[in-house]
């Protein structure tokens, strides 16, 4: 037993188990995350840039006396991901990028607070949304709560990419719209690092996978399009967009694992 909790080896994997009091450390990170979400979507808007958004979130993190986990990871520039429309994940915010309106943006922020992570996305309307974007964004938010309501002791981690695979499929059906689950991008473990394992993928057969154990935590970030599965990296290195250049949408919550079920680290 260390700082960091203790560490199982998993089915290969080397996941980390949390004691209550690193998970209240954990959400102590959460909490800032949260705040920080909420800021910038409070000030979003056609007009503002993405960079102004970053520079905003960077200042929020830093005033709550956490660090931005995304800024230097790898040698990425900024404290959050902002992807407007087509670009699914890992966009880099620019004074530059001025949104406007019809945009749908996700806004993707982490921080770390004495050496605990968390992590969560939002995805913004900015101002007159078409409809079947409106409605990606809706299914994508379900499809999350669903992937969440999964994340029980006992269960196994492909339990939470069925549930987000089940629910997308059902709201395309309702909806008449056809929601692309991205393929190559999932959620992860998180904790003392910003990405560990397990990595879990948003499809799959149930049943499979590390069981899901008391003070496992888990990034769950479904993504969805309104088009194909498949993603092209730009030539930044770090933008990935949708291969048939149609509008994504991504949201994301940090949660733990606990005998009383899902506790969402990172909502207000």
Known sequence: MSRSGLVQRLRGRAIELKSRGELEAMRAAGLIVAQTLALVAKHARPGISTGELDELAEQSIRYARAVPSFKGYHGFPASICASVNEQVVHGIPARSQILRDGDLVSIDCGAVL???????????EMGNVPTDALALSAACMAALDAGIAAA??????SDISNAIQQTTMAI???????????????????????HMDPYLPNHGRPGRGPRLREGMVLAIEPMLTLGTDRTEELDDEWTVVTADGSVA?????????????PWVLTAL
């Open 172 to 194: 395309s059906g309702r909806d008449g719209l056809r929601y692309g689950i991205v393929a190559n991008y999932g959620g992860h473990g998180i904790g003392t690092a910003m």
């Open 152 to 157: 029980q002791p006992d269960g196994r981690l």
């Open 114 to 124: 004495d050496g605990w992570h968390g992590d969560a996305a939002v995805t913004l």
């Open 249 to 261: 949408a991504h949201w994301e919550h940090t949660v733990a694992i606990t005998s009383e079920g």
